[in-house]
């Protein structure tokens, strides 16, 4: 039987590298832009446009436009196929007055635009705030339940506390793995943080969760019915049976995001990159991290037992 409980601390490693390089580029993104990772309008507060011209657009000309109005910090992004001509940009809150400036500017100076496709709206940064803070207690009021439910379903496995506690701890690599990636991304291509990104993070916590339970699960079920094996052998064994339908399930959900990345709009990429991320992460962590902590914690309890004995 192929052990895969065997090597746990090379994944262990792996994590922590592909985290701790995650928390450089967080430092790095407070030291270039003040937070750990590039906020959006809906953090920050502004102003978006989202201006569709009727001829071909240059992003030099629509800068200088923005540069010429007093909007020199203006974050200008093509949206969709280049043919389309439509484009976002992002500024510091805008007036109603230097608004049709902006437009009349635009009209003269780059190209006409179609004032039936064109949108603009301003946010409140305290908007950014309440949906931080409150997927910030979803995400705390999800582990406690998290916990509560594995603990009570894990009853009559011995130390049931700990399942729910490595699915929390594996829950959180997940999150830090999928802020690392966008922290990165925000120096490559400029991905800033929006409601959306925090609806990608309660999906991950979830898929990771739900993954997790399921090797438990088998778990659970093998320890009375292999009473006479080790610990760490019994697991191994769980693992080995569920990975299978751990990888279809995650693969036809990550089938369907490379797609939707590859052929969907722009606007949608980072949240869709950022799931896939995510998932990915849990595939791993449920199988690699979530289960070897368990194994981790029994052999550390055995071995300080034994000590205690021999005391």
């Known amino acids: 039987m192929f052990n895969i409980v065997e090597k746990r601390r090379w994944y262990f490693i792996a ?20 937070t750990l990772v590039r906020l959006s309008i809906d953090f920050t507060g502004g102003s978006r446009f989202v201006l569709r011209f009727t001829e071909t657009a240059d992003e030099t000309a629509i800068r200088q436009v923005f540069d010429e109005q007093g909007f ?14 439509t484009w976002q940009i992002r500024t510091k809150e805008a007036a109603p007055n230097q608004v049709e400036e902006i ?27 309440e949906v931080t803070r409150a997927a910030g207690a979803a995400v705390a009021v999800a582990a406690l339940i998290i916990l509560i439910f594995i603990w009570w379903s894990f009853r009559r496995v011995p130390h049931a506390f700990r399942y729910g506690a490595a699915a929390i701890i594996a829950m959180l690599h997940d999150i830090l793995v999928a802020v690392g990636f966008y922290a990165l991304m925000g120096f490559l ?11 990608a993070i309660l999906t991950v916590s979830g898929f990771s969760v739900q993954d997790t339970i399921v090797v438990f699960d088998r778990i659970r079920e093998n320890l009375p019915r292999y009473r006479g094996e080790p610990f760490e052998r019994v697991v191994n064994r769980s693992i080995l049976e569920t990975i299978h339908r751990s990888l279809a399930t995650q693969l036809n959900a990550i089938f369907v995001m490379v797609a939707i990345i590859l052929f969907g709009g722009e606007s949608i990429r980072p949240f869709i990159t950022t799931m896939l991320v995510g998932m990915l992460s849990g595939t791993y962590s449920s199988i690699f991290i979530a289960v070897p902590l368990v194994v981790v914690w029994e052999k550390w309890s055995q071995r300080r037992a034994l000590a205690q004995a021999a005391a």
């Open 15 to 34: 994590s922590g590298i592909v985290i701790l390089a995650g928390i450089v580029v967080m430092i790095l993104s407070v030291v270039r832009f003040g």
């Open 72 to 85: 020199e910090e203006a974050i200008i992004q093509r949206l969709g196929a280049p043919e389309n001509n």
């Open 103 to 129: 437009l009349e500017a635009l009209e003269a100076q780059v190209a006409p635009l179609d004032r039936l496709q064109m949108t603009f709206e301003t946010v409140s940064p305290t908007i950014g705030g």
């Open 189 to 199: 291509r400029g991905w800033e943080i929006d409601a959306l990104f925090l609806t």
